[in-house]
């Protein structure tokens, strides 16, 4: 695994300011949207027909957005597209089908896609998974889903984004990203051995690497920032055994789900994806990582303190180096 010089047990940010807003850490997505008209923007949101993917596309359509649910099974959409159907004011949502697993699947989603897009919300992703798991093209399936077919897909819709003039991408990342810098030598896990929240944690690592290479679009209008929607339960979980998930004080006994406190619903979780997707303050912002609502600090080491983004996310230099094996792998497929 690739290393990071650190500082450890300290925090700080470089470059801009840090940028806050109003809304607290439980805010729900309407709060975060509410009074905003986005009356002839066009969406895509990846995992839309569940969880807080559901929840961003019910915002983003219920102010007036044309959202597509880019989903492996669109008929699990179809719930959803009839509830927003019968709302006053909401935009057109329909179904598409993206297998995320599968880059080809990405690159034919792009290739299908007529005029411009304005929002792009990177959510699909899949947690965990017990054993060692490839794709049909070899690559470890954490690290297919929830990076490498978002990173097919943006690509290949760059012109589309671009034609919009003013495009945002937002990237679901998670707090699991902090421990895990990317490692180039083995990221699909042929040599060390497989461990699931290493293979998750890279996952995310590779998406807030991919916001900050996505600088390279800046001229031509189009943004990008991750975030961290925080603890919900959802059906990203799914793959966590009992005892697990007791471990972690969200199951009783019985099998029971049982949030803790600083849990948030699903509703609350899609809040900050809707605010990077859609708010005003976040025009012109690029290449930056936000959690319960506000931008996060730079995080070097262990300080001891939940949240923020880990330096190692933000390097430039493994940035520019994971767009290029991005790339490279694209042209295999």
């Given at each position: 695994?690739?290393?990071?010089?650190?500082?450890?047990?300290?925090?700080?940010?470089?470059?801009?300011?840090?940028?806050?807003t109003?809304?607290?850490?439980?805010?729900?997505?309407?709060?975060?949207?509410?009074?905003?008209?986005?009356?002839?923007s066009?969406?895509?949101?990846?995992?839309?027909?569940?969880?807080?993917?559901?929840?961003?596309v019910?915002?983003?359509?219920a102010?007036?957005?044309?959202?597509?649910?880019a989903?492996?099974?669109?008929e699990?959409?179809e719930?959803?597209?009839?509830?927003?159907?019968?709302?006053?004011?909401?935009?057109?949502?329909?179904?598409?089908?993206?297998?995320?697993?599968?880059?080809?699947?990405?690159?034919?989603?792009?290739?299908?896609?007529?005029?411009?897009l304005?929002?792009?919300?990177?959510?699909?992703?899949?947690?965990?998974?017990?054993?060692?798991?490839?794709?049909?093209?070899?690559?470890?399936?954490?690290?297919?889903?929830?990076?490498?077919?978002?990173?097919?897909?943006?690509?290949?819709?760059?012109?589309?984004?671009?034609?919009?003039?003013?495009?945002?991408?937002?990237?679901?990342?998670?707090?699991?990203?902090?421990?895990?810098?990317?490692?180039?030598?083995?990221?699909?896990?042929?040599?060390?051995?497989?461990?699931?929240?290493?293979?998750?944690?890279?996952?995310?690592?590779?998406?807030?690497?991919?916001?900050?290479?996505?600088?390279?679009?800046t001229?031509?209008?189009?943004?990008?920032?991750?975030?961290?929607?925080?603890?919900?339960?959802?059906?990203?979980?799914?793959?966590?055994?009992?005892?697990?998930?007791?471990?972690?004080?969200?199951?009783?006994?019985?099998?029971?789900?049982?949030?803790?406190?600083?849990?948030?619903?699903?509703?609350?979780?899609?809040?900050?994806?809707?605010?990077?997707?859609?708010?005003?303050?976040?025009?012109?912002?690029?290449?930056?990582?936000?959690?319960?609502?506000?931008?996060?600090?730079?995080?070097?080491?262990?300080?001891?303190?939940?949240?923020?983004?880990?330096?190692?996310?933000?390097?430039?230099?493994?940035?520019?180096?994971?767009?290029?094996?991005?790339?490279?792998?694209?042209?295999e497929?």
């Amino acid at each position: 695994m690739t290393t990071n010089r650190s500082r450890s047990g300290s925090s700080a940010h470089h470059g801009p300011a840090l940028l806050t807003t109003p809304f607290g850490s439980h805010a729900s997505a309407h709060e975060v949207i509410e009074g905003l008209d986005l009356t002839g923007s066009r969406a895509v949101v990846t995992g839309g027909a569940s969880g807080i993917g559901a929840r961003t596309v019910r915002a983003l359509a219920a102010a007036g957005a044309e959202v597509t649910v880019a989903t492996r099974r669109p008929e699990t959409a179809e719930p959803l597209i009839s509830e927003l159907a019968s709302v006053d004011g909401a935009g057109r949502v329909h179904a598409a089908a993206l297998d995320l697993s599968d880059a080809a699947s990405a690159t034919a989603f792009a290739r299908a896609w007529r005029g411009p897009l304005d929002i792009l919300v990177a959510n699909a992703g899949i947690m965990a998974l017990p054993a060692r798991t490839l794709t049909a093209g070899g690559w470890e399936a954490q690290l297919a889903t929830n990076y490498l077919g978002h990173f097919a897909l943006a690509t290949a819709l760059h012109t589309a984004m671009r034609d919009a003039g003013s495009a945002r991408v937002v990237v679901v990342s998670s707090g699991a990203h902090r421990d895990v810098p990317f490692d180039f030598e083995d990221p699909h896990f042929e040599s060390r051995p497989y461990d699931p929240w290493a293979a998750y944690g890279q996952s995310k690592t590779a998406g807030m690497l991919f916001t900050v290479g996505a600088r390279r679009w800046t001229a031509d209008g189009i943004t990008v920032n991750a975030l961290n929607p925080g603890y919900i339960l959802t059906g990203l979980q799914r793959h966590l055994d009992d005892d697990t998930m007791r471990a972690f004080g969200v199951m009783d006994d019985e099998g029971n789900l049982k949030p803790l406190p600083h849990y948030k619903t699903p509703e609350q979780g899609a809040a900050t994806s809707v605010l990077l997707a859609a708010s005003p303050l976040l025009k012109g912002v690029t290449g930056r990582y936000f959690e319960d609502n506000q931008e996060a600090r730079t995080v070097y080491g262990d300080d001891g303190r939940p949240g923020g983004v880990g330096a190692h996310a933000l390097d430039p230099e493994a940035a520019n180096r994971l767009w290029e094996y991005g790339t490279h792998g694209l042209r295999e497929v």
